[in-house]
């Protein structure tokens, strides 16, 4: 592959098995000895690396984004791996907040492609983990922290030996693969604790929390869990973010995160009760990395305010839990007569659950679809939308139609809110920062 481009280098990559596009029918198909081999063919790179491993349901996207932002404000150089990715693939693998440039991507690609290749069912994930691994050892980042992809026992990350594991609330995602009960899920998230290795969980429901006290018992891991060691209490909060104090045997007062939600103070909690670990086993992290790190974070699609003028607002909420978390924020950070709601999601989420605690909001809704061979149809979000009790109803086949036709109908006081989905959130951003002839980092194409 003499001549790979970078649209090339990501062709290569989603022709593997792409689990991404395509769901797979159970965890069957999932299997760590794989992604073990391709690794052992580039030489291991996750054994160099010292890691922060994060799993959960709710958050642990932003919370592995605190921790990077942390370490990073100490003078750490970081690696950090996330998924999915709002505009461009390169967001998912970022060293010092920088993301990954296009000509590492083909290279990345170049190196590791013949290997996985010869190895029957590698999946895009397993690669793209693979490639970050080996870019994160190629540049000797001082700590990776990676986020887990789908589930923890059988994903594609759990082949570290992590220095700290974390676990953000657990909730009901995925069920078709995970599990419909909380237990059945939870055992799936807390296949992360290692032997001996600490585990930082952030508050759990009694179901989540007995697994993973069990686990941590059979495992010999130390557990440290946030929601007794930790308080937390906000002072004030706007547009502009939250500031609160921290608490556990030291303080940390008026810290600032720029997020927006009381959802987003527990997960600095769970970031900084992580990194706490790490200075305990002699890292240097001083109280002022904490305090620059949470104040610099940049975690875009999350509860962000595009616009005042109107008021456009963009949240990846694709779970009850995340849903029900975003009609408390914006009753709390918003003044509004009516709310306008562009939803769309992808196919295997729990819509009618979703839409019935957005529905609190009393808004009307605009249903679309996004570019996602997963995307949920408008027909299926239709009959969600019924079940969830929605009256009035417009069906909107591409999204920025849809939020042309949402602020159409926006009084100057109404509330237009796009949520379902981190593609959706992606789409809606991508609209608007070209409209108002914002520049972004943007792949040619999206995932297919």
Request: net charge positive.
């Given at each position: 592959?003499?001549?790979?481009?970078?649209?090339?280098?990501?062709?290569?990559?989603?022709?593997?098995?792409?689990?991404?596009?395509?769901?797979?029918?159970?965890?069957?198909?999932?299997?760590?000895?794989?992604?073990?081999?391709?690794?052992?063919?580039?030489?291991?790179?996750?054994?160099?690396?010292?890691?922060?491993?994060?799993?959960?349901?709710?958050?642990?996207?932003?919370?592995?984004?605190?921790?990077?932002?942390?370490?990073?404000?100490?003078?750490?150089?970081?690696?950090?791996?996330?998924?999915?990715?709002?505009?461009?693939?390169?967001?998912?693998?970022?060293?010092?907040?920088?993301?990954?440039?296009?000509?590492?991507?083909?290279?990345?690609?170049?190196?590791?492609?013949?290997?996985?290749?010869?190895?029957?069912?590698?999946?895009?994930?397993?690669?793209?983990?693979?490639?970050?691994?080996?870019?994160?050892?190629?540049?000797?980042?001082?700590?990776?922290?990676?986020?887990?992809?789908?589930?923890?026992?059988?994903?594609?990350?759990?082949?570290?030996?992590?220095?700290?594991?974390?676990?953000?609330?657990?909730?009901?995602?995925?069920?078709?693969?995970?599990?419909?009960?909380?237990?059945?899920?939870?055992?799936?998230?807390?296949?992360?604790?290692?032997?001996?290795?600490?585990?930082?969980?952030?508050?759990?429901?009694?179901?989540?929390?007995?697994?993973?006290?069990?686990?941590?018992?059979?495992?010999?891991?130390?557990?440290?869990?946030?929601?007794?060691?930790?308080?937390?209490?906000?002072?004030?909060?706007?547009?502009?973010?939250q500031w609160f104090d921290l608490k556990n045997?030291?303080?940390?007062?008026?810290?600032?995160?720029?997020?927006?939600?009381?959802?987003?103070?527990?997960?600095?909690?769970?970031?900084?009760?992580?990194?706490?670990?790490?200075?305990?086993?002699?890292?240097?992290?001083?109280?002022?990395?904490?305090?620059?790190?949470?104040?610099?974070?940049?975690?875009?699609?999350?509860?962000?305010?595009?616009?005042?003028?109107?008021?456009?607002?963009?949240?990846?909420?694709?779970?009850?839990?995340?849903?029900?978390?975003?009609?408390?924020?914006?009753?709390?950070?918003?003044?509004?007569?009516?709310?306008?709601?562009?939803?769309?999601?992808?196919?295997?989420?729990?819509h009618a659950v979703i839409l019935r605690h957005?529905?609190?909001?009393?808004?009307?809704?605009?249903?679309?679809?996004?570019?996602?061979?997963?995307?949920?149809?408008?027909?299926?979000?239709?009959?969600?939308?019924?079940?969830?009790?929605?009256?009035?109803?417009?069906?909107?086949?591409?999204?920025?139609?849809?939020?042309?036709?949402?602020?159409?109908?926006?009084?100057?006081?109404?509330?237009?809110?796009?949520?379902?989905?981190?593609?959706?959130?992606?789409?809606?951003?991508?609209?608007?920062?070209?409209?108002?002839?914002?520049?972004?980092?943007?792949?040619?194409?999206?995932?297919?």
């Amino acid at each position: 592959m003499p001549n790979l481009s970078y649209p090339a280098a990501l062709d290569a990559l989603y022709a593997l098995v792409n689990y991404e596009t395509r769901p797979p029918g159970s965890l069957q198909v999932f299997d760590l000895g794989r992604v073990e081999e391709l690794l052992a063919r580039l030489g291991h790179p996750q054994r160099a690396l010292a890691v922060v491993h994060v799993g959960g349901t709710k958050g642990k996207g932003s919370t592995a984004a605190m921790i990077s932002s942390i370490l990073q404000a100490a003078g750490h150089r970081v690696g950090l791996y996330t998924s999915p990715h709002l505009h461009t693939f390169r967001e998912r693998i970022r060293i010092d907040g920088q993301l990954i440039s296009e000509t590492d991507v083909i290279a990345g690609v170049r190196g590791l492609l013949p290997e996985a290749q010869a190895l029957p069912g590698i999946t895009t994930f397993e690669a793209t983990t693979a490639l970050a691994f080996s870019y994160f050892a190629q540049n000797q980042v001082d700590l990776a922290v990676l986020e887990v992809g789908l589930g923890g026992r059988l994903d594609a990350t759990n082949v570290v030996d992590p220095r700290v594991a974390v676990l953000t609330l657990i909730g009901y995602d995925h069920t078709a693969l995970l599990g419909t009960r909380l237990e059945q899920i939870a055992v799936e998230k807390a296949g992360i604790i290692k032997p001996g290795r600490p585990l930082v969980s952030a508050p759990q429901r009694p179901a989540a929390l007995r697994v993973i006290r069990r686990t941590c018992r059979e495992r010999n891991a130390p557990l440290i869990e946030v929601a007794s060691t930790w308080r937390w209490e906000r002072r004030q909060a706007d547009l502009e973010g939250q500031w609160f104090d921290l608490k556990n045997a030291e303080s940390l007062e008026e810290l600032r995160i720029p997020l927006l939600g009381a959802h987003q103070l527990v997960n600095a909690a769970t970031a900084v009760a992580a990194t706490a670990v790490l200075r305990q086993d002699s890292l240097h992290v001083p109280p002022t990395a904490v305090v620059r790190g949470l104040a610099d974070i940049q975690w875009p699609g999350r509860l962000e305010v595009l616009s005042r003028t109107p008021l456009l607002v963009v949240d990846g909420a694709h779970n009850p839990e995340s849903a029900e978390a975003l009609v408390r924020a914006v009753r709390e950070y918003f003044t509004f007569r009516r709310a306008i709601l562009v939803y769309g999601s992808l196919a295997d989420k729990n819509h009618a659950v979703i839409l019935r605690h957005l529905r609190h909001l009393s808004p009307r809704i605009i249903l679309t679809r996004f570019p996602h061979p997963r995307a949920a149809s408008l027909h299926d979000l239709q009959s969600a939308a019924q079940r969830a009790r929605f009256q009035a109803r417009w069906l909107v086949e591409n999204v920025p139609l849809a939020v042309e036709q949402a602020l159409a109908i926006a009084e100057p006081d109404d509330l237009v809110l796009a949520s379902g989905s981190i593609s959706l959130a992606g789409q809606v951003r991508a609209y608007w920062l070209k409209k108002e002839g914002t520049p972004f980092e943007e792949d040619p194409r999206r995932m297919s």
